[in-house]
T-cell receptor, first 112, second 114 residues
């Protein structure tokens, strides 16, 4: 089992819809969770961090964390074509120092 | 804003050459990281450093070495470049504290080894 798993996609949503991206992780003691956006040919850009169970909202983005189910998700409301990118989930586990384990990413396509 | 810079965006080298990739961050971060990213394999950690002159191997250190002589600078060295080291190389940095440990990435260096 991979440490951090994401569906590779592509996930296609129409413009204006809600995009829902999911990530599961295997280590129960994981402490910190991150979502990065990566455009083709560019480096990952941090868009959300979440440390405790529940929801965290920032503009059109909402991160949701459920440690009991070992599940973290990212919701993008009012999706725009500029949101088309690959979204990487990353997890920092306790005892691992500050190293992150990355999923392989979900490709999101927002269609006009 | 956090700024992480890398010395080159694109680099073409020949097999057997020694290659230096430089990374500089301006936010006084304790931690610095080198990754490579390949299609289908995701981001893989090569080396990381928690402090000046300190280094630890990541998941794929073979064929690479690093140097951290100053807090703001972390260098990745390919001692003898090979074609299987053609990849996108990404540098990142972060604070040491548990609740501020987001990693911030530089723009990346796309290295081609011929």
């Amino acid at each position: 089992q991979k440490e951090v798993e994401q569906n590779s996609g592509p996930l296609s949503v129409p413009e204006g819809a809600i995009a829902s991206l999911n990530c599961t992780y295997s280590d129960r003691v994981s402490q910190s969770f991150f979502w990065y956006r990566q455009y083709s040919g560019k480096s990952p850009e941090l868009i959300m961090s979440i440390y405790s169970n529940g929801d965290k909202e920032d503009g059109r983005f909402t991160a949701q964390l459920n440690k009991a189910s070992q599940y973290v998700s990212l919701l993008i409301r009012d999706s725009q074509p500029s949101d088309s990118a690959t979204y990487l989930c990353a997890v920092n586990k306790a005892g691992g120092g500050n190293k992150l384990t990355f999923g392989t990413g979900t490709q999101l396509k927002v269609e006009l | 804003d956090v700024k992480v810079t890398q010395s080159s965006r694109y680099l073409v080298k020949r097999t057997g050459e020694k290659v230096f990739l430089e990374c500089v961050q301006d936010m006084d971060h304790e931690n610095m990281f080198w990754y490579r990213q390949d299609p289908g394999l995701g981001l893989r950690l090569i080396y990381f450093s928690y402090d000046v002159k300190m280094k630890e191997k990541g998941d794929i250190p073979e064929g690479y070495s690093v140097s951290r002589e100053k807090k703001e600078r972390f260098s990745l060295i390919l001692e003898s470049a090979s074609t299987n080291q053609t990849s996108m190389y990404l540098c990142a940095s972060s604070h040491k504290s548990r609740d501020r440990d987001e990693q911030f990435f530089g723009p990346g260096t796309r290295l081609t080894v011929l």
